[in-house]
Structure formats: C-alpha cells, structure tokens
C-alpha cells in the first residue's frame, strides 16, 4: 500500500514539477508560429527523458551512487571535468531563466519592470532551500505544480481537431521560416531533456533510500510521471496554436504567451498563465538549485543533502545559495528573459552528449549495474535522440543568430 | 577480496569516516618505489589541489592561492591503508570527519554562514 | 633507495618498452595485500587515453564499445619491469614481445 502511495505521489511531483519556463516559452512560441507542427519534438524528447529518468533511477537503486560521483569514479578526475564545468555552466543560464520566469510573472501582474523582482524573487527561492526540507521543497512546489493542468483544461475546452493534431506529430519543415522553426525544434528537445532533471531524480532516490524493491515503481514513476507531465507541454503548444496564431499573435514577449489562456477561461485566463507561470518556475528553481549544489557536492565528496540544516552541510548550502545570486545577477543585468529561455534551451541541447554519453557507458558497466545493465534498445533510443539533438543544436543556433540580426 | 585494482576502485573513491560520513575522494595515491622490492601503497591522499594538480601544476597554483583562505594545518590530508576499515562502494577509515583537515571548508564556511545569516542554526 | 610518487599524476600516461617503441597508456595498477600495506603486483597498459584529460572521442570509443564494435589491446607490465624516471616517459625494461597480451571486448574502467 505505501509503495503504491508512493509511486501516485512520484507521479504528482513529476507532472507538477515537468513545466517549467522553458516549455512554457518553446511551446507557446511553437504553437503560435507553426500551430501543431511541432508537436513531435515534445514527444521525441519525452521518449527520451523517460529512458533516462528510468536509467537514473535504476542506476542509484543498483549501483547504490548518484551519477555525478559514479561519473568522476568511473572516469577519474580528469575525465570528468568538462562535462561538469559545461552542466553547471548550463544549469546557471537555465536557473537565470526559471527566474526570469517568476519576475515576468510579477511584471504582468503588478506592472513592475522584471528587474525589480530579481531580488526579491531570488531572496525567496533561497529561503525556502534554506529553511525547508527536502520533502516540503519537492511535494509543497508540485502540488502547486498542478495548476498548470489549465492547460489541459484549455484543450478541451477550445476543442482542435484531432485529425490536425495528428499531424503534428510528423515531423514536417513548414513551408517558410526553416531556420527558425528547426531552432525551436531544439530548444523544445533541450527543455524537455533538460539533464538536471535524471541528475536530480538520481540524488532523490539515494535520499529516499529506494532499494531493489523500488526497480519497478521506478519504471511507472518515470514512464508516467514525465508522459503525463508531456502532455501538459503539448497542451501548451495546442493552446497557443488555437488562441494566438489565427490572430496573428507571435510569442516575441511574455505578454503576448499571456492572453492565451484568454479565449478558454475569459479575464481569468489571463491570472492563470501568470500563476502556472509562476509556480512552475519557481519550482523549477529550488530544483535546479539543489541539483547543482548536490553534483558540486557529489563531484568533490562533501556532505549533502536538502534535510540537513545548512549548518551540518555548509558547502553544499553555500554551493546553492552562490548559485542563486549569480542567477539572480543575470536577471539584473536585464537580458531579455524570452531570449534568455529559448538559447538556454537550444544550448542544453547541444550539451546534452557531454552528460548523456558518459551516463550510458555506467548504464552498460557491469560492475555497477550488475545484471540490470541497459538493453540494446535503451542505449540506441538513447543515443538517437541525444546525438540527432545535438546535431540539430550545432546547425540550428548560428542560423537562429543570423535570422534574428 | 585479495587483489585491487587501484585506478578502478580506490582512485576518486568516495571516503566516509568512522560514522559513515562523507569526508571527501581519494584525490591522490602516493607509491612508494623501493629497490629490489615491489612498490607499495604509502598513503592515499583527500585534498583538492592533489585533485587540480592531475590537470596541470597551474590549476594547482590557482587551487592552492583559493585554498590559503581556509586551510589550516594537516593539508594534504593522508591516511594509510591500515586505517581502512571497510572496502566497497566507498571507503571506510578510522577517522573523525569534523576534526580531519578536509573539513576546514567546512568549518571556515560555518563562521561565515552562522555569523551572518539567520536561520543556519 | 626509496622514493615516493604521485601515482594518480602518472595515469593515463604513454609507456614505452625497451626498444622505445609505444606500449600504450597506463590504465590500471594491480596491487595485492601484504598484511597491511598493498603492494604492487602488475600494471596494465591500454590502448585508451581518457584517463589523462577529458576526451570527447574517448567517450565516443567507449560508447562504440557498447555495441560490441572495436575492443581493447594491451598489455600486462609486471611490478619488476615499470620504470618511473624523475623525466620523461615511463619506461618498462621489456620488449613488447616478451610481454603478456590481453584483448577485451569492453574496456577495463577508467
């Protein structure tokens, strides 16, 4: 009865917790741009997060590590590096992003220029690490989480055609704008990968101290967890597809992302987005925080973990609390938010091997997994993905950059 | 277990202490090389400039100037083989973790944090 | 005569053997208990160089290795024959040809 219990509320946290601002822009800018026709890109990139949610988990359950220390382990110090470095370079620009989100969200609600809110916003995220535990962190912000299901809601409400919506989910160059299109192809792949993610659930799993009874609950937690959590996205892109592109409105702003929840919910419409788009993010930030004081901390060997008050683990709660106010410094620096989310996402993308690459080749390490090593099938849906990601990354960016000039 | 590879399963190893606490990686193995016998395993050592040196001595240079601020003395932390009590997934030594030197961070950091911020208890 | 080495600064290192001719990197130190000290029984000698440095091809060899394509080749050094000068390359004092081979299909770690 518990396990089960616990796989529903694994389930809760992943769909709460899988929106967060980098869907949230690529779908609305996809959706209000091409309407369904990039709806594959948020199924590729979920097929490939469940494989690597699973692998994760399965990976702390066998081999009794977290990855990022099985990494260096396996590696050795200098191996393992560059992928560090570049992941948590990454993380900050994704943090700086979730951040940006909650301050926009603000910026619609009050009026009040984005900026502002950098501290403020920052300054509460850090209190709850500081003062919280890991349990109210992950349950407390998902079941907030929840209310981005308006999205879904706004679906049925607006009613597509589903013989449309299939369609999305070929891929499909569109008849103009291919640079950009291909461009947030990426970006919705990279947001929906997003590697703090598996590094995340693998410390979540030594914390919960899952044992060999929790291999299958591991596998409906990822599988459903992140597919219902994709719907969600796909939601988005439909909505936006439905509201916005026959007015003619492209996401360029947040604002625009904003009116649509209008068409489905009247005025009300409008305090949802900035709500999902609120609690999604913030969410989003106390997990990338953790994430990234927890690989700092596995990297090096130091104590960790959110239970401890900051006093019994000062590096791991120093590692947060400087990886927050960098953050909050880019927010300052007034960077356009928008912009900051989609080259975030498209750069997550082309990092993605650096991580990916190395976890698979622990995947298939006896001496770690033992007889749960990965299937053919796992490695090659794996590498497909990550690999056509990157590629796609690398041709992408520098057209987006030439597009926009 | 009679043999051990030393890069596979000692070399960036996790270290507890005596109560399972983690006190860093086995950032170094230091080896003994004697005339007419076989080398062996003088200590293993638990300091980050060891872990920077493997890249270059100008990473441990710039390792060393941050570290100054909060090393005290024991750096770079060595233990030897004798102390190991368990050997697995990580390794076990007969030490405690908040008086060994790879804690000053630790302890430097607890200055700074409780000093200034509320809450830290 | 005894003297103390980093070990850690050495692996991943080219190892030549007698005729100076490349043996490979140093992978692996094999060592053995001898009441409470580890002793040294033999070192290995791969073909791969991560262990060094970051390498993105390596990671792609090993990744290949997965799939079962490419295997490993080197070489078994007994702890008599590995030299570490003060400068320059490790040398071991035999000729390859009088050294034990191994060929695995994946890679020994690291």
Known sequence: MKKILG?????????????????????????????????????????????????SGRFSIVSGHTIVDAIRKRFGFAGFIVPFAASLLVNLLVLASELGGICVALQLLTGIRFQVWAIPVALAVWLLLWLGT???????????????????????????????????????????????????????????????????YSSGAIEDKWDKSYITPNRYIATLGMSFGAIISMAVIVVAALALKPEGIRVEEYEQAALMLVPA???????????????????????????SAYSVSQAFGWNWGEDLEPRSAARFSSAYTIFIA??????????????????????????????????LVLMNDARYMGEHVNSHFSNIVVLLIVLLAAILAVVAIPLEIIGSK | MKNIDLVRDVLDT??????????????????????????????????????????????????????????????????TWRQVRDFGIDIEIDVDAERAAPFDLEHWLREKLIRRIPGGR | MSRVIALERFIGHIV?????????????????????????????????????????????????????????????????????????????????????????ERPAGK
């Not at chain 1, 950009?180 to 993610?197: C, E, K, N, R, W």
């Not at chain 2, 941050?66 to 233990?79: K, T």
């Not at chain 3, 970051?54 to 990744?63: K, Y």
Request: hydrophobic share 50%.
């Open chain 1, 7 to 55: 796989i529903a509320l694994g389930i809760v946290t992943s769909i709460g917790g899988f929106l967060d601002v980098g869907s949230i822009a690529t779908s609305a800018q996809a959706g209000a741009a091409f309407g369904y026709s990039l709806l594959w890109a948020v199924l590729l990139g979920t097929i490939c997060v469940i494989f690597l949610v699973e692998m």
């Open chain 1, 326 to 359: 960098l953050a909050a410094l880019i927010v300052l620096s007034g960077l356009n938010p928008m912009k900051l989310t989609l080259f975030s996402m498209a750069i997550t993308a082309v990092i993605l091997p650096l991580t990916a690459l190395p976890f």
């Open chain 3, 16 to 104: 030549r053997d007698a005729e100076g001719r490349k043996l490979g990197h140093l992978h692996e130190v094999r060592v053995r208990r001898q009441g409470d000290d580890l002793v040294v029984r033999e070192y290995v000698v791969g073909s791969a160089g991560l262990l060094e440095r970051f390498s993105l091809a390596q990671f792609a060899r090993e990744v290949v290795f997965i799939f079962g394509i490419g295997r490993m080749h080197g070489y078994v050094v007994p702890w008599d024959s590995l030299e570490f000068p003060e400068k320059g390359e490790l040398r071991c004092t035999r000729r390859a040809a009088d050294l034990q081979r191994f060929s695995a």
């Open chain 1, 134 to 200: 890991f349990d109210v962190v992950e349950d407390g912000t998902a079941l907030l989480g929840l209310v981005t299901l308006c999205f879904l809601v706004a679906v049925f409400t607006l009613g597509p055609e589903p013989r449309e919506l299939a369609a999305g989910f070929v891929p499909r160059l569109p008849g103009e704008e291919h640079a950009h299109y291909l461009f947030l192809a990426v970006s919705i792949i990279g947001a929906t990968i997003a590697p703090y993610l598996f590094l995340f």
């Open chain 2, 14 to 79: 996790q270290v507890l202490d005596r109560e399972q606490r983690p006190l860093g990686k086995v950032d170094g193995i230091a080896l003994e090389l004697r005339e007419g016998s076989p080398p062996r395993v003088a200590y293993l050592e638990v300091d980050g400039v060891t872990a920077w040196r493997r890249l270059g001595e100008r990473y441990a240079r710039w390792a060393a100037k941050l570290a100054r601020h909060w090393q005290r003395e024991g750096h770079p932390f060595r233990f």
């Open chain 1, 265 to 291: 919910f009247g005025r009300w419409g409008f305090y949802l987005f900035v709500a999902s788009l609120a609690i999604a993010c913030f969410g989003a930030a106390l997990e990338l925080s953790l994430a």
